[in-house]
């Protein structure tokens, strides 16, 4: 069955620190994987996703994320956060051979929040 | 970009009423739309699946008569709580999947039943 993990709850940085917010898949083929961030109340936007091609991709705000299939991982990384940053951050699988248009299944999500 | 309006934001309703919960794609057509369900600190759990013109496909453990999806066009989609409960207290989200946007999701129902 496919399965999201988001190993750290809550996270904590210091405005202008790095980050990496970490997230595990469990899949039997290619998976489709997707980052999104919610503000509090909001709905969902996406930061970015990894169909193929470039395992490295780039996202809006400065947001990276590498595609690692042997570690059936896929972090998000930024380099340095801004306050604006702090909010929830969830990574998303999506159905097999679905493409853009099948379910996704999401891990339990990140709080992120930045010290100033 | 790609827009879903999602209606209303807020909604508080007695217990034993219905409320109906609205999705709509503003400049694209949605191949389907999903339902999402999120609890305060938690994750968004899928309720159910819409194709236009057909029936829900409603996830294990969600009560289809109690939550009614109707797809009725490629741009709309509702979600009726019916016989709300303060259980059924929530936080409410929609999707809607296309090939060419992806999924864009609306910003959301917080629906409190007292």
């Known amino acids: 069955a496919q399965s999201v993990t988001q190993p750290d709850i809550h996270i904590t940085v210091s405005e202008g620190a790095s980050l990496e917010l970490r997230c595990n898949y469990s899949?039997?083929?290619?998976?489709?994987l997707f980052w999104y961030v919610q503000s509090p109340g909001q709905g969902l936007q996406l930061l970015l996703k990894?169909?193929?091609?470039?395992?490295l991709v780039q996202g809006i705000k400065g947001f990276e994320a590498e595609f690692k299939r042997s570690q059936s991982s896929f972090n998000l990384r930024k380099p340095s956060v801004h306050w604006s940053d702090a909010a929830e951050y969830f990574c998303?699988?999506?159905?097999?051979?679905?493409?853009?248009?099948?379910?996704?299944?999401f891990g339990q999500g990140t709080t992120l929040q930045v010290k100033p | 970009g790609a827009v879903v309006s999602q209606h209303p934001s807020r909604v508080i309703c007695k217990s034993g009423t219905s409320v109906k919960i609205e999705c709509r794609s503003l400049d694209f057509q949605a191949t389907t739309m999903f339902w999402y369900r999120q609890f305060p600190k938690q994750s968004l759990m899928l309720m159910a699946t819409s194709n236009e013109g057909s029936k829900a496909t409603y996830e294990q453990g969600v009560e289809k008569d109690k939550f009614l999806i109707n797809h009725a066009s490629l741009t709309l989609s509702t979600l009726t709580v019916t016989s709300a409960h303060p259980e059924d207290s929530s936080f409410y989200i929609c999707?809607?999947?296309?090939?060419?946007?992806?999924?864009?999701f609306g910003s959301g129902t917080r629906l409190t039943v007292v």
């Open positions: 899949y039997g083929a290619t998976p489709y």
């Open positions: 990894y169909f193929s091609g470039d395992t």
């Open positions: 998303a699988v999506g159905a097999m051979g679905s493409g853009n248009t099948g379910k996704l299944i």
């Open positions: 999707s809607a999947a296309s090939a060419n946007y992806g999924y864009t």
